[in-house]
């Protein structure tokens, strides 16, 4: 299996503020790779697709890029609704695994 | 607009199975792969398998094999986990996930079920 590696697990920012998520694979992943956002008692929503398509909807201040072994989510400028979790997923192969997630909180 | 609505929380004793349907409407359910993840309280997202509606062939997370079955029926637009041999372990939030490989050939998950709450307890 893949295993994913999430890094900080955990992050404190201001709003306003530009933050960065990095995932790492144990092994190359090419470009399969997406990000989630999670709030509290809800299900996960796609962000980032194929590691820097953003999905409809998604403002533009979330970017993301990357390839092989290593991505970034990066938020432009932090906004209040941002703090949630963060979870990168590899597409590449099953089972389809998943970091162990950001948790992003205000400073 | 695509939805798809799981039922509702259950709460099972060890050893038994349990069923969570996952109801998609706003598509043509046949053209997209489903994947059903899960979430343990308070921890993080575990793929468990993924089931092509159009053929229903399977794929299961080898941590899953032989206790975990996906099935789906297209004359509802439903498709369905269920999970035997429960032990605690297994009380966990599970969702249904729509595969975008679809829309643009890489697979993501873009629509999420609300998610349906499994307690295994005795």
């Known amino acids: 299996d893949i295993q994913m590696t999430q890094s900080p697990s955990s992050l404190s920012a201001s709003v306003g503020d530009r933050v960065t998520i990095a995932c790492r694979a144990s092994q190359s992943i090419s470009r399969y790779l997406n990000w989630y956002q999670q709030k509290p008692g809800k299900a996960p929503k796609l962000l980032i697709y194929?590691?820097?398509n953003l999905q409809s909807g998604v403002p533009s201040r979330f970017s993301g890029s990357g390839s092989g072994t290593d991505c970034t989510l990066t938020i432009s400028s932090l906004q209040p609704e941002d703090f949630a979790t963060y979870y990168c997923q590899q597409s590449y192969s099953t089972p389809y695994t998943f970091g162990q997630g950001t948790k992003l909180e205000i400073k | 607009q695509v939805q798809l609505v799981q039922s509702g929380a259950e709460v099972k004793k060890p050893g038994a199975s349990v069923k969570v349907s996952c109801k998609a409407s706003g598509y043509t359910f046949t053209s997209y792969f489903m994947h059903w993840v899960r979430q343990a309280p308070g921890q993080g997202l575990e793929w468990m398998g993924i089931i092509n509606p159009s053929g229903s062939s399977t794929t299961y997370a080898q941590k899953f094999q032989g206790r975990v079955t996906m099935t789906r029926d297209t004359s509802t637009s439903t498709v369905y986990m269920e999970l035997s041999s429960l032990r605690s372990e297994d009380t966990a939030v599970y969702y249904c996930?729509?595969?975008?490989?679809?829309?643009?050939?890489?697979?993501?998950?873009?629509?999420w079920g609300q998610g349906s709450l499994v307690t295994v307890s005795s």
């Open positions: 996930a729509r595969d975008a490989r679809m829309i643009w050939g890489v697979t993501s998950f873009d629509y």
């Open positions: 194929a590691a820097s």
